[in-house]
């Protein structure tokens, strides 16, 4: 599976991006999938995922900002982003799971102050 990210970009603080990550096969039935980044210096962490069991976990440092979805019908997860803050400057990576790991390539997400 290929993971194909898009949507980053240079934003000023306060300002909103939303990502796309299109899967090259469906990802009807895949319960595991979001985003993960990872800033210069510092490990990957998560941000947003769908999980197991069908519900949504955040990173607190972005809950009430960011809001992950999907579009089954066009194999495609989103991370809407608001009120971004310097902070949240990061490669952004999709991840999925499905009997193995898939990352995408990263999109780059840098926020002005």
């Known amino acids: 599976v290929q993971l194909q990210a898009s949507g980053g970009g240079l934003v000023q603080a306060g300002g909103s991006l939303r990502l796309s990550c299109a899967a090259s096969?469906?990802?009807?039935?895949?319960?595991?999938l979001g985003w993960y980044r990872q800033a210069p210096g510092k490990q990957r962490e998560l941000v947003a995922i769908?999980?197991?069991?069908?519900?949504?976990n955040y990173a607190d440092s972005v809950k009430g900002r960011f809001t992950i979805s999907r579009d089954n019908a066009k194999n495609t997860v989103y991370l809407q982003m608001n009120r971004l803050n310097p902070e949240d400057t990061a490669v952004y990576y999709c991840?999925?799971?499905?009997?193995?790991?898939?990352w995408g390539q990263g999109t780059q997400v840098t926020v002005s102050s």
């Open positions: 096969r469906t990802i009807f039935g895949t319960n595991i």
């Open positions: 769908f999980t197991g069991a069908g519900d949504t």
């Open positions: 991840y999925m799971y499905n009997k193995t790991s898939f």
